[in-house]
């Protein structure tokens, strides 16, 4: 299974656990472990996203809402790029150094004026704008923009399209789903 599907599985897992009630019991610890505390911050409200996908559920929504109309893109495609990057985890990092909300790589951040990708407010800003160059780059075509966004604009030129990467093209119709859930 590769590191997107393993992810995008916790995800559901996630918003799964969000429904479900959480049984306790009595042999519990009374101190939960750093695995269990970090799961259930995760978990909490304020930074994970509505189980019905509505923008209106997620802790940004607001600053989503913002971005998207400075930048002139889809609020429901911001949202759901940001679902896929980093399922709302203001620290998410990747291994490849990827970071924040957006998941922007430190020379993409440095270029689009964001100091600081852990800020949220920034990370939004700044994936906005990125989204915004990508769709102006390839004449508004959001599967393009979105394989951009995930496999760099070089890769979608040279294959005149989204490119034959089995992680970029899940990771384009994971976005364009998750859009699609959106509503705003």
Do not use: C, W
């Not at 889809?74 to 909300?101: K, M, V």
């Amino acid at each position: 299974m590769s590191v997107e599907a393993t992810v995008a599985r916790v995800g559901e897992l996630s918003a799964m656990l969000q429904t479900a009630p959480v049984a306790t019991t009595a042999t519990a610890p009374a101190t939960p472990s750093t695995f269990t505390a970090q799961l259930a911050g995760a978990l909490s409200p304020a930074t994970a996203p509505a189980a019905s996908g509505e923008t209106g559920g997620t802790a940004y929504a607001a600053e989503i809402a913002a971005a998207a109309a400075r930048h002139g893109v889809d609020p429901a495609l911001l949202t759901g790029l940001i679902r896929a990057e980093s399922n709302f985890d203001p620290n998410a990092t990747s291994p490849a150094g990827a970071q924040g909300l957006t998941q922007l790589m430190p020379a993409t951040a440095a270029g689009l004026g964001v100091t600081n990708p852990l800020d949220p407010a920034q990370a939004i800003e700044g994936g906005a704008r990125y989204l915004r160059q990508q769709l102006d780059r390839f004449g508004g075509d959001a599967s393009k923009a979105l394989a951009a966004y995930n496999a760099g604009p070089g890769a979608v030129e040279r294959f005149g399209g989204v490119p034959p990467y089995e992680e970029t093209q899940a990771y384009v119709r994971r976005v364009l789903s998750y859009a699609s859930e959106t509503t705003t």
